[in-house]
């Protein structure tokens, strides 16, 4: 029973996070329709600000903020665990101070650096669009200064059992850049967009403080590099932060290859990825968000690993639960969704088609990313950075080698191939290693997964039977229907099949008499 009303506090945790994380993710995604509607896939000022924009998003800030937080948790909640608080916050005051000076002067380092970086990915024939990309990057260069302040700070409040303001950090950065879009675009144009993305990584550390300040933490300059626990995390950090660039590495090389092959491409592969970032994050951030603190504190105290190999195994599948009805609608309505979210303004039918074509291709890839994003962490949680980043290092040269094959074959599809392949090949091997370490993958296991598979196929017959008389609908309502039949199809085969984690979900929303029953 104990265990059972734990699983529903945290499902109720999870729920709340994944609430909050929906909203910000909308926000995101209305950004980018907003951004794309204005910019569209052709002009100049679309490729020399996705360029800009791209860089310290996707690489700076996303590897070096994923490698912050992931390489902090571990050791911060070791030191919570064995020593006192206040000895854990010296070590976050320490560690944000180093943060801060190495990503400072990162940016001051990339600032001087950007007109080398513009005329690599534009080629010697497109000058204005290099002159345009290199002072917009500039510019939002310094976002990765701000993004790991915020990320180290995520880190700490996640410790520390604050889940919610991590969690809506980027709706405010959001509001700001869609103010922006709305009142100012006009005059200020996209050198005025990129100074608002400057803003809203500053408010983003800024909804840290008083938060903390209520849980104790008061942030002074400390900067102690033979402190034992800062040593630690520097021994990690670079190992995760290798490990986090199977994204960002892949992405930039994928749509620099594309963008060769056809500018718009890199516009439209972009518009895919945001959809199918934009919606897995929604599911996969909620899940690690709450879940990588709590590996890291079992970890800390648990020489048998015993909690640690349950709360591992729950999060596999009940992230799989999600993930995997997702992916086939996904699919399915790759299209509809395209065309709802983005064809408007300068985004054209023909930029429909083919970014629908990346994201069908990208949907396969889902489970793939799901189990990278908790696998990772739970090798990150054990103090293992060496592990996943060699499956990295090996699923990055598989893209290298699956993009430069089929690039000029599929076009757009090409580089989404390299992509899907390299995250389902880490997400898979990363977990074989863990499954065969901790033994994790059992009979129950494996019978669970293949009744999820059937309710997925039972849902996905039905869509592809219903989606062709949908398939010219413009509207939200249309497409919102077409999902919450699917939703409903999917969920009513898991109860009836007694999948668990469709009775977590029913207790959850009928108050707890299936977890009673159960």
Same mark, same amino acid.
């Given at each position: 029973?104990?265990?059972?009303?734990?699983?529903?506090?945290?499902?109720?945790?999870?729920?709340?996070?994944?609430?909050?994380?929906?909203?910000?993710?909308?926000?995101?995604?209305?950004?980018?329709?907003?951004?794309?509607?204005?910019?569209?896939?052709?002009?100049?000022?679309?490729?020399?600000?996705?360029?800009?924009?791209?860089?310290?998003?996707?690489?700076?800030?996303?590897?070096?903020?994923?490698?912050?937080?992931?390489?902090?948790?571990?050791?911060?909640?070791?030191?919570?665990?064995?020593?006192?608080?206040?000895?854990?916050?010296?070590?976050?005051?320490?560690?944000?101070?180093?943060?801060?000076?190495?990503?400072?002067?990162?940016?001051?380092?990339?600032?001087?650096?950007?007109?080398?970086?513009?005329?690599?990915?534009?080629?010697?024939?497109?000058?204005?669009?290099?002159?345009?990309?290199?002072?917009?990057?500039?510019?939002?260069?310094?976002?990765?200064?701000?993004?790991?302040?915020?990320?180290?700070?995520?880190?700490?409040?996640?410790?520390?059992?604050?889940?919610?303001?991590?969690?809506?950090?980027?709706?405010?950065?959001?509001?700001?850049?869609?103010?922006?879009?709305?009142?100012?675009?006009?005059?200020?144009?996209?050198?005025?967009?990129?100074?608002?993305?400057?803003?809203?990584?500053?408010?983003?550390?800024?909804?840290?403080?008083?938060?903390?300040?209520?849980?104790?933490?008061?942030?002074?300059?400390?900067?102690?590099?033979?402190?034992?626990?800062?040593?630690?995390?520097?021994?990690?950090?670079?190992?995760?932060?290798?490990?986090?660039?199977?994204?960002?590495?892949?992405?930039?090389?994928?749509?620099?290859?594309?963008?060769?092959?056809?500018?718009?491409?890199?516009?439209?592969?972009?518009?895919?990825?945001?959809?199918?970032?934009?919606?897995?994050?929604?599911?996969?951030?909620?899940?690690?968000?709450?879940?990588?603190?709590?590996?890291?504190?079992?970890?800390?105290?648990?020489?048998?690993?015993?909690?640690?190999?349950?709360?591992?195994?729950?999060?596999?599948?009940?992230?799989?639960?999600?993930?995997?009805?997702?992916?086939?609608?996904?699919?399915?309505?790759?299209?509809?969704?395209?065309?709802?979210?983005?064809?408007?303004?300068?985004?054209?039918?023909?930029?429909?088609?083919?970014?629908?074509?990346?994201?069908?291709?990208?949907?396969?890839?889902?489970?793939?990313?799901?189990?990278?994003?908790?696998?990772?962490?739970?090798? /990150?949680?054990?103090?293992?950075?060496?592990?996943?980043?060699?499956?990295?290092?090996?699923?990055?040269?598989?893209?290298?080698?699956?993009?430069?094959?089929?690039?000029?074959?599929?076009?757009?599809?090409?580089?989404?191939?390299?992509?899907?392949?390299?995250?389902?090949?880490?997400?898979?091997?990363?977990?074989?290693?863990?499954?065969?370490?901790?033994?994790?993958?059992?009979?129950?296991?494996?019978?669970?997964?293949?009744?999820?598979?059937?309710?997925?196929?039972?849902?996905?017959?039905?869509?592809? /039977?219903?989606?062709?008389?949908?398939?010219?609908?413009?509207?939200?309502?249309?497409?919102?229907?077409?999902?919450?039949?699917?939703?409903?199809?999917?969920?009513?085969?898991?109860?009836?099949?007694?999948?668990?984690?469709?009775?977590?979900?029913?207790?959850?929303?009928?108050?707890?008499?299936?977890?009673?029953?159960?």
């Amino acid at each position: 029973m104990a265990v059972k009303d734990s699983q529903i506090s945290a499902t109720k945790t999870i729920s709340v996070v994944m609430v909050l994380v929906v909203f910000a993710k909308i926000s995101g995604l209305l950004r980018n329709m907003v951004i794309m509607s204005l910019l569209g896939t052709q002009s100049t000022e679309a490729a020399a600000f996705t360029f800009a924009s791209f860089l310290p998003r996707n690489f700076l800030d996303a590897a070096f903020a994923a490698a912050i937080s992931a390489g902090f948790i571990p050791v911060f909640n070791k030191v919570l665990e064995q020593k006192t608080k206040e000895e854990a916050f010296d070590l976050a005051r320490n560690f944000i101070t180093f943060v801060g000076i190495v990503s400072l002067a990162v940016s001051v380092i990339g600032f001087f650096s950007v007109q080398m970086i513009a005329g690599v990915h534009f080629g010697a024939d497109e000058v204005y669009a290099t002159y345009m990309g290199a002072g917009l990057l500039q510019i939002m260069i310094f976002t990765m200064f701000f993004t790991s302040i915020a990320f180290a700070l995520v880190g700490l409040s996640q410790s520390l059992g604050g889940f919610y303001i991590p969690s809506l950090m980027s709706l405010l950065s959001n509001v700001v850049i869609i103010a922006y879009l709305l009142l100012f675009f006009e005059d200020g144009g996209v050198t005025g967009l990129a100074f608002a993305f400057v803003i809203g990584n500053i408010l983003q550390v800024l909804i840290f403080w008083l938060p903390l300040r209520r849980r104790g933490f008061f942030y002074r300059p400390k900067l102690n590099l033979k402190d034992e626990g800062l040593r630690q995390i520097l021994r990690l950090t670079p190992m995760v932060m290798v490990s986090s660039w199977l994204f960002p590495l892949t992405a930039m090389l994928n749509g620099a290859l594309a963008a060769r092959a056809n500018p718009a491409y890199f516009v439209e592969l972009e518009a895919a990825s945001v959809i199918y970032l934009v919606l897995t994050g929604m599911f996969i951030l909620s899940v690690t968000n709450v879940v990588f603190p709590k590996l890291s504190k079992e970890a800390a105290r648990d020489d048998e690993m015993s909690e640690f190999r349950k709360t591992l195994t729950g999060a596999v599948s009940g992230m799989t639960f999600l993930l995997l009805p997702m992916s086939a609608g996904i699919f399915i309505l790759r299209e509809p969704i395209v065309r709802l979210l983005f064809e408007r303004g300068e985004f054209t039918p023909e930029a429909t088609s083919r970014a629908a074509f990346a994201l069908g291709i990208l949907a396969v890839s889902i489970i793939g990313y799901g189990l990278v994003s908790i696998m990772s962490r739970a090798f /990150f949680a054990t103090r293992d950075g060496k592990t996943p980043m060699f499956i990295t290092i090996a699923a990055i040269v598989l893209n290298f080698l699956v993009v430069i094959g089929f690039v000029e074959i599929l076009g757009i599809g090409g580089p989404a191939l390299a992509a899907a392949v390299s995250v389902n090949f880490a997400g898979f091997v990363m977990y074989g290693i863990l499954a065969k370490r901790l033994k994790i993958l059992d009979k129950p296991a494996a019978l669970n997964f293949a009744k999820m598979l059937l309710c997925t196929a039972i849902m996905l017959l039905v869509l592809i /039977f219903i989606e062709p008389l949908v398939s010219n609908w413009h509207d939200i309502f249309s497409l919102a229907l077409i999902t919450i039949l699917g939703v409903a199809i999917y969920f009513v085969a898991a109860v009836v099949l007694g999948i668990k984690e469709a009775g977590l979900a029913k207790s959850l929303i009928f108050g707890g008499k299936g977890a009673k029953d159960e």
